[in-house]
């Protein structure tokens, strides 16, 4: 097994400590939303608004700055799926979010989310994966730092996607790889995609053993990024909904590094029964199973109102139980 050397140790330094959730916190909001006999009946509810304490250790905790953060990247390999232009492709689909016309930007204004767009060197595909690896180690723990940057703007809600679906065949290769599966489990890609994951599998075969090394060799700027963004949100005690198959790859490249890693993190919708599986591998359940494709960030938009209400009824409650004592 080849592993990926010093410009990864800053990550997996991280990933080994991080701080741990609030289980205090959360108690205080579980007792300001437990009725007597259970009578309010609010399910899932009462779960998000117990883990939203936990994670940014307020009880109750209120989402004051919600923030849809999306990546966008191009990959050499599109050209394989027929993609005449992957970098005029993804750019299109940015300067759409960024003019307001995509259905993220009219979610986010509505919901009162902020909306923020990444742009990982578009004009620079990634290596074709079925080749060569999509980055080298440098380039791989650089795109993570830069991903934890998304935190920056002051987040307490980060919903974590990336920009169309160039990064789909890559994340499937991520989490064959980090599962030890093979191509054919994502035979509802169709047959293209399963022919070029198998070539990706054997062309890197020997060498993703290390979760890391994994995401540079499969995986490309998104994915990367999106696990720089997750491990910072943890460090920074902000709750993140992950979104599509991207951002469910780098979060399986930290739960291999460490199992806690994604406790912080919600799903917000699966596109097909294999990401399903992939999900729970993960333990997470999906907020929605509205059939959303994970791209551009509509999912983690309408799994985020949810969290909303989850925290705001954690404060109601808490003010009422205030009152009545």
Do not use: Y
Not at 71 to 96: M, N, W
């Amino acid at each position: 097994m080849t592993t990926s050397g010093l410009p990864f140790d800053d990550i997996r330094n991280l990933a080994n400590q991080l701080p741990s959730l609030d289980e205090a916190a959360a108690g205080r909001v579980r007792g300001h939303l437990s009725g007597e006999g259970g009578e309010h009946g609010l399910g899932r509810l009462e779960t998000l608004a117990t883990w939203l304490a936990a994670v940014t250790g307020r009880a109750p905790a209120r989402v004051a700055r919600p923030v849809v953060a999306l990546f966008a990247a191009s990959h050499e390999v599109a050209h394989r799926l027929g993609t005449g232009d992957p970098v005029e492709e993804a750019r299109g689909k940015v300067e759409a979010i960024a003019s307001g016309a995509a259905p993220v930007s009219h979610l986010c204004a509505a919901g009162d989310l902020g909306l923020n767009v990444f742009d990982l060197a578009l004009d620079l595909p990634v290596g074709d994966i079925t080749e060569a690896p999509a980055l080298d180690e440098r380039a791989a723990a650089a795109t993570m730092a830069f991903g934890m940057e998304a935190v920056a703007v002051g987040a307490d809600l980060l919903c974590l996607g990336a920009v169309g679906g160039a990064a789909d065949l890559s994340a499937m290769a991520v989490l064959s790889a980090l599962r030890n599966g093979g191509a054919e489990e994502w035979a509802e890609a169709g047959e293209e995609a399963v022919a070029l994951l198998d070539r990706a599998l054997r062309t890197h075969k020997g060498h993703l053993g290390d979760p890391l090394e994994a995401v540079r060799r499969l995986g490309g700027r998104e994915i990367a990024a999106l696990a720089g963004a997750i491990l910072a949100a943890r460090t920074q005690k902000v709750a993140v909904i992950l979104d599509g198959l991207a951002a469910t790859a780098a979060a399986a490249a930290l739960h291999a590094l460490n199992p806690a890693a994604l406790d912080h993190c919600l799903l917000a919708d699966t596109r097909s029964e294999q990401h399903r599986k992939a999900a729970e591998h993960l333990g997470l359940l999906p907020l929605l199973a509205l059939g959303t494709n994970g791209h551009n960030g509509v999912g983690a938009a309408l799994a985020a109102g949810l969290v909303k209400a989850a925290g705001e009824l954690g404060a109601g409650m808490a003010e009422v139980r205030a009152r009545e004592g």
